[in-house]
């Protein structure tokens, strides 16, 4: 995402458009057209409205904004997933939950056992 907002940023000072001037054609707030040329995903609005605001903004500046859209699409598919947990990690917090599970059951069941046979 950054290297397409530098893109579109230079393409935009080479032109010598200002941010001022472009928000006005593209009616895309200054805010959002500098979290484009940045790659600041934070202070974006959701992705479908993003991918307009690429659109929109390439052609705007006489580029093909289905490329930059196709790019960005591209470069979202090709971010790294996020980290499994460690080796074991899941695994240590699972297995005590389940001892916690079976003898809090094996002691209710001890209880009910003396209960019932006390009571009959």
């Known amino acids: 995402m950054k290297q397409i907002g530098k893109e579109l940023k230079e393409v935009r000072e080479e032109k010598g458009i200002s941010l001022e001037e472009i928000s006005e054609k593209t009616k895309i ?10 790659g600041n995903w934070r202070e974006l609005p959701e992705e479908v409205y993003l991918r307009g605001f690429l659109r929109t903004y390439a052609d705007a500046l006489g580029l093909d904004g289905k490329d930059f859209v196709e790019s960005y699409n591209m470069s979202r598919t090709q971010e790294v997933p996020p980290s499994l947990p460690e080796e074991g990690e899941d695994e240590d917090s699972g297995r005590f939950l389940l001892l916690i599970i079976i003898v809090v059951l094996v002691g209710l069941g001890v209880i009910g056992f003396l209960v019932w046979h006390f009571l009959f």
């Open 29 to 38: 707030q200054p805010r959002f057209l500098k979290a484009i040329e940045s």
